[in-house]
């Protein structure tokens, strides 16, 4: 059975898919297909190259991302989201989707088109930097001669490539759950409150052709700049996986972890 399994973006609950991925290996899931929008394609660029979940976790929480691009203001007065690729050149040094050890989409938005496009080929790096370009924080990232930026303002967990590639089996992650907020006090709770529920809006649909659709409740409770807060989100993102591996009433999902382990 081909297993596909599609990231959603989320900011730093991102850091909860780490934890999925680490449940998924537990239970003997292989992972044929990978895809990821902002976030999400981060967490499925490093376990392609074969990066196992502990060991991403550990890159990011030795590197502060928000240091490589808070002071980096440009002349729009907007941050400059191309400081971290020094993250990814280390780490991603062939910057090649065709060197990544799992087949991987990255799902971008172009806004000169004013449409969502899936990467394949061409720049790695760039690709994870249009992705994660979230709007009104960082400037447009250019790619040839169009600008892009979060790919989860038009699909935030794209499951279809998944599904036209010919998996049999679609694993989907959202880690931007909604909830009713209070209070907006401020600028960045604005931002923050705007980009989730963008981020939210197309996620319905994709998550129709998931045979599993995971969303952890507790991912609400935490921001999109909660950076910090890696290993709890990583840690939640675990509990919650392997408490429904092991409780879901699924036949395929069952066939799934216990197949015979190659030798």
């Known amino acids: 059975m081909k297993v596909g399994l599609a990231l959603s973006g989320g900011g730093a609950r991102g850091f909860a898919h780490l934890g999925v991925l680490k449940a998924l290996e537990e239970a003997g899931i292989k992972v044929d297909m990978l895809s990821g929008a902002s976030a999400g394609s981060v967490a499925a660029a490093f376990y392609a190259y074969g990066y196992g979940p502990e060991e991403t976790l550990k890159i990011f929480e030795n590197t502060n991302i928000l240091k490589l691009v808070w002071p980096a203001f440009s002349v729009t007065g907007l941050l400059n989201i191309q400081k971290t690729e020094s993250v990814y ?5 062939e910057d090649s989707f065709e060197n990544s050890e799992i087949p991987l989409y990255i799902a971008a938005t172009n806004l000169n088109e004013g449409k969502a496009e899936l990467f394949n080929s061409g ?3 760039q ?5 994660c370009c979230i709007p009104f924080i ?3 990232v250019k790619i040839g001669n169009d600008h892009y930026v979060d790919g989860g303002i038009l699909n935030n967990m794209p499951t279809e490539i998944l599904k036209e590639k010919g998996c049999d089996f679609i694993i989907g992650v959202n880690v931007a759950p909604v909830i009713k907020e209070p209070t907006l006090s401020g600028p960045k709770r604005m931002i923050e409150r705007v980009t989730v529920l963008a981020l939210s809006a197309n996620v319905l649909a994709s998550s129709k052709l998931c045979d599993v659709y995971i969303k952890p409740a507790e991912l609400r409770s935490f921001g999109t700049f909660d950076f910090k807060k890696s290993r709890e989100l990583f840690t939640i993102g675990y509990d919650y996986t392997k408490d429904m591996l092991e409780t879901m009433d699924n036949d395929k999902l069952k066939s799934l972890i216990n197949q015979p382990k190659s030798a």
């Not at 690709?127 to 992705?131: G, L, R, T, Y």
């Open 123 to 125: 720049s790695l790096r």
């Open 89 to 93: 050149k280390r780490y991603l040094e």
């Open 138 to 140: 960082f400037d447009p």
């Open 127 to 131: 690709a994870i930097m249009a992705s």
